[in-house]
């Protein structure tokens, strides 16, 4: 997911919490090109990053045991320091509030650094959570978030890393994309993931180690994205030419996804199986597509959809071999099943869509007929309640027209398959 750009204006925010712990100075390595020695883990992150504010959230212990030396620390840098008075953090209570003053602190599209180093032992969960709330509530750009990790202290230098965390945002867009994908069908958030990490790894190469770099993630987002439309717009004569041209991509790019973009390898099995089981038009794979958007709540889709599928379902079982085919072609055999739904219609039916239902009643059995008839008047009292948009007498529920679309989905199930 792309992050906004930071407005000019906008500030640059480091966030701490003091502990109550017993300080002592360390070197700080960030990589191999930063180092610092200082007792507060959060003046070398400053020093770092530089930020226009360092905001420390101290309780009240934690302010009477180190907040005059911190600040003395600050002062040396030339970075603004502010502290931030917040509770223990002892109940869930006092947890919540923690919250609402960190919100409060962090203006719309600034960019925030975060210390999860000290503080309660909940903080630093609550300060990663928070900065991915406020990311899509104020569209702020999350910057560095950093550990100092005193525990693993080099043994030769005794200096102690700033284990960076930072790509583990990138864990919870993924998470989001799987999420967005799995519930929906939609591949658009993880397309964006795809093409993000390829631009970025490209970016930040200085032509370095090309050879190494990623190539076809680009490719497999727009076939995944073209799959994903296809799918969820139903446009089904192009079904199957994006499944087989995904398959052919994904083949080409597991490799890369392996080496740069493991999360995706977690969704990976779910986004194949979902994409390319829809790869063609029989009877049989578009039901399990009126099952499968139904489950989805794609409700006016799985309706669409369903309306066409019993068309298709007539036009086969009276051995017409090209159910797929053009309008002209299908009209007769949709007006023939709005008889079979209604007799009543037949007297301004044309000739060929009466001949068609009286087939249809002598060739299929008398449980085939009611269940056509039945499922047909379902859809199409759907259909007409959701084209009005509510704007009808007596519209249905949205839960009830969820309901109802999974229940037609289940009497398609039960219709036996014309041989």
Known sequence: MNQPDPIP????????????????????????TFSREETYFSVALGEYVRPDLFLSLQTNEAARKHGEELAKAWRATGIEMRAVAIPDGASEKELWEIFRIMAAEVPERARVHLDITHGFRSL???????LSYLRVTREIEIGEIRYGAWEA????SGATPAFDLTPFVTLLDWTAAADQFLRTGSAARISSLLVDTQQNLWKSSDGQDRDALPRNLKSLATALEIASENLLMLRTSGMADAAARLESILAEARTEA?????PFLEVLQPIEEDLTRFSSADLTVLRDLVEWLAERDQVAAAFT?????????LMVALGHGDHHADHKTRAPYAEALNVLEDPAKAASAGNEDRTLAETARSTLSDDVIYSLRRVSSQIRSARND??????????????????????????????PLPS
């Open 9 to 32: 204006d906008a500030p640059v925010i480091l966030i701490s919490a003091l502990g109550t712990g017993n300080y002592g100075p360390s070197r700080y390595r960030f990589g191999d």
């Open 124 to 130: 630093p969960m609550l300060g990663f959570i928070a």
């Open 153 to 156: 202290r080099e043994p030769e």
């Open 258 to 262: 392996e080496a740069h973009v493991l």
């Open 305 to 313: 959809l369903a309306s066409e599928w019993l068309v298709s379902y």
């Open 386 to 415: 959701l084209n009005h948009a509510g704007f009808n007498d007596h519209p249905a529920s949205a839960a009830t027209l969820s309901k109802r679309a999974k229940e037609v989905a289940s009497e398609l199930a039960r219709l």
